[in-house]
């Protein structure tokens, strides 16, 4: 079932393509979305901030509006050992 809350992708796996940019300096990515599964992203622009950590790889969002008000996506990966 389709939603419109980014909060609940369509699927497992929310996927989007177009370019980026990575500024070691400030540990950001800037990513520009061209198109993807959750089509209202299609256009947007994003900022991640990086954060290492021993294992573990912290991706924050920049913050997002949606009916529910704003929230920081957060995506974090750790090492397989």
């Known amino acids: 079932m389709k939603t ?3 909060r609940k992708p369509d699927a497992p796996v929310v ?3 177009g ?3 990575v500024n070691e300096g400030n ?3 800037a990513a520009k979305v061209d198109a993807g599964s959750y089509s209202p992203r299609a256009g947007s622009e994003q900022t991640w901030t990086v954060k290492i950590k021993g294992d573990t790889l912290t991706l924050v969002g920049s913050p997002r509006k949606d009916r529910e008000g704003t929230f920081t996506p957060r995506v974090e990966l750790k090492r397989a050992k």
């Open 4 to 6: 419109p809350d980014p």
């Open 15 to 17: 996927a989007y393509y």
């Open 19 to 21: 370019s980026y940019t």
């Open 27 to 29: 540990k950001t990515i």
